[in-house]
């Protein structure tokens, strides 16, 4: 059964990076795409963005200025890079196994707050 | 930016059925959307319940139900549990490769 875990720091300050790590075990990386969301604290969903198992990306253009995200299939493992944060990039961050037009798989979830 | 719009809230009977609906600020809800479905609880991540319109993944009961009615996509819950208390939020793609999520309807069961 294949499960996400993401992982990284829970809080980061303001003007830095956030970077967050989704690992899946119970499955390969390979030929699926992977994706992260985000939620804001008591608000709704929003779609980060995503990235195939070869390395193309596909980024919400809200965000496209400040995501990058990457895979290591040796790892089995993808990344999220989200720079210059603010306060409003406070969130649970998601990822996901991105299926045909939708998602089908979730991990848990990870909170990171974005304060000094 | 296209706003993807859903109602509020809901309130729905045990037993009862409610359907909510999944629209655009902008033009129509199609199949060429591929609207999905997902449900989340309190505290946890959100469930797939309903794909490409009106498919499930294996272990979704079929009182949920997906289809697209008028200009809108729409998730019906038949026969309301109480466990069916949630948060429920649409995605619908947008095309080259964008998707939004709605504004989520939280429904209560009473």
């Known amino acids: 059964q294949v499960q996400l875990q993401e992982s ?6 303001p003007s830095e990076a956030l970077s967050l790590t989704c690992s899946v075990s119970g499955g ?8 992260w969301i985000r939620q804001p604290p008591g608000k709704g969903l929003e779609w980060i963005g995503y990235i195939y198992y070869n390395g193309n990306t596909h980024y919400n253009p809200s965000l496209k200025s400040r995501v990058t995200m990457s895979v290591d ?29 939708y998602l089908d798989l979730w991990g848990r979830g990870t909170l990171v707050i974005v304060s000094s | 930016q296209t706003v993807v ?10 037993g009862g059925t409610v359907t909510l609906t999944c629209g655009l600020s902008s033009g129509s809800v199609s ?45 019906t819950i038949t026969g309301a549990q109480a466990d069916d208390e949630s948060d429920y939020y649409c995605v619908l793609y947008m095309g080259s490769g964008n998707y939004v999520f709605g504004t989520g309807t939280k429904v209560t069961v009473l």
Do not use: M
């Not at chain 2, 719009?5 to 045990?14: H, K, L």
């Open chain 1, 8 to 13: 990284g720091p829970g809080l980061v300050k």
């Open chain 1, 28 to 35: 390969s990386i390979g030929n699926f795409y992977w994706s």
């Open chain 1, 73 to 101: 299939t040796s790892k089995n493992h993808f990344s999220l890079k989200l720079s210059s944060v603010t306060a409003a990039d406070t969130a649970v961050y998601y990822c996901a196994r991105f299926g045909r037009y």
């Open chain 2, 5 to 14: 719009t859903q109602e509020p809230s809901f309130s729905v009977s045990p």
């Open chain 2, 31 to 75: 199949t060429s959307h591929y609207p999905s479905w997902y449900q989340q609880t309190p505290g946890q991540a959100p469930r797939t319940l309903v794909y490409s319109t009106n498919s499930r993944p294996s272990g979704v009961p079929d009182r949920f139900s997906g289809s697209v009615l008028g200009n809108k996509a729409a998730l």
